[in-house]
């Protein structure tokens, strides 16, 4: 199984949203992206989140509009679009409006003989409610007791090597602000398990880190809205 996958291209109608970030750009990139994915045969597509975003002069039908472009350009390989929600994505849509447009959302376990895939959803706040319900807050994100509870149960059941996909940051490297409020709990299932767990990846520092805990590499992707160079990977699950 070979996956494309990139993370943070903030896609929405501003040209810049400061701090380094340019949709606009982001959604060229990510033509030129979706032409290396099908030069090497990508059998799904992921994104780790922040897939769109919100420019305040437009409205929720603009950014519907956004997210249907990008899928578009995304659907034009005829693979499954896989998105591991980011903080970003629900600022103006629902899971269920985002779901509509044919993308398989986070949480999710997919995988065949040569590896098991685990997408976590972390936009909860610390109250457990939804950012698409209770509001979006960048620096408090957690990980529901079920999924955790699911991620534990999937990388027991597997027999394959295991890849756990993440926005929010479980790397304690990355600035404090970026990373769940219960990553402790989520790199202790993936410390049980480390003879299974050959990575971890994750979106949402923009800048990118590397890093390995108890055995394990935990890899952010650099952004697609602030880099136009290794700003993607191609996952050969074979080679796990």
Given at each position: ?240
């Amino acid at each position: 199984m070979k996956l494309g996958i990139f993370t943070d291209s903030h896609i929405c109608g501003a040209d810049d949203l400061g701090l380094g970030r340019r949709p606009r750009l982001a959604r060229e990139r990510l033509i030129s992206l979706v032409e290396i994915f099908r030069d090497e045969g990508v059998d799904a597509v992921i994104c780790l989140g922040d897939l769109t975003d919100r420019d305040t002069n437009e409205q929720k039908n603009d950014t519907l509009a956004h997210l249907r472009d990008t899928v578009s350009i995304i659907s034009s390989l005829g693979v499954p679009f896989y998105l591991v929600g980011g903080n970003h994505d629900f600022l103006v849509l629902s899971r269920e409006e985002i779901a509509r447009e044919g993308i398989l959302l986070a949480p999710f376990c997919i995988g065949d003989a040569s590896a098991t895939i685990v997408g976590i959803d972390a936009n909860y706040r610390e109250n457990l409610r939804h950012f698409d319900e209770a509001g979006e807050k960048w620096d408090d994100a957690s990980i529901p007791p079920e999924q955790l509870e699911m991620l534990d149960s999937m990388l027991s059941a597997s027999k394959a090597p295991c890849v756990v996909l993440i926005h929010e940051n479980l790397d304690p490297c990355v600035d404090f602000r970026h990373q769940v409020r219960n990553a402790e709990s989520a790199r202790d299932i993936i410390k049980k398990h480390a003879s299974k767990v050959s990575l971890v990846l994750q979106g949402h520092f923009h800048y990118g880190a590397s890093a390995i805990y108890d055995g394990v590499p935990y890899e952010t992707l650099k952004a697609l809205c602030v880099f136009d160079s290794d700003n993607y990977k191609i996952l050969d699950t074979s080679n796990l």
